[in-house]
């Protein structure tokens, strides 16, 4: 069974985990994935998830998990970047279960979840190239580019009213 829901403490390493493994394939990393998981943490890429509580929940957010018969298949988070503003971030599904709609019910329900905080936008950043699957959906959902909002060179922003 499907469900997505808030993720728990102890699942943070393993959420962390999951994105490395989704990005592994996507970016077509040749290291081993532990090699690959090493050298990104030692250069703090997944900072943010080792207090999801902190960097998410007491920062007007929330994480998410999908998971199918209790074990976690995806991720997504939302957090406030300012004001009214709020940031899609740490969407990643295992490439087995691309296509499935899945990724969609999880932006619907972040979605949800920005709306009734009160959020009037949602910004997000992706790599055009190894993420263009990513930037399609994201526009057919609604977002739109904008100029960028952070100093991560060669990404794209961009941003949807809620």
Known sequence: MIEIRRIRPHEWPVAKRIVYRVA???FKE???LDEMIAHFDAR???DDLYDIQKNYFENGGTFLVTTQNSEIIGT???RRLEGDTCELKRLWLLTDYHGQGLGYRMLQELLTFAREKGYQ???LETDPEAQSQALEFY???GFYEIPSYTNH???VAMEMIL
């Open 30 to 32: 040749t290291r081993p």
């Open 24 to 26: 592994h394939v996507i």
């Open 44 to 46: 703090g890429t997944l």
């Open 139 to 141: 526009k057919q959902i």
């Open 153 to 155: 060179g060669g990404e």
């Open 76 to 78: 997504g988070a939302i």
């Open 121 to 123: 936008r949602i910004r």
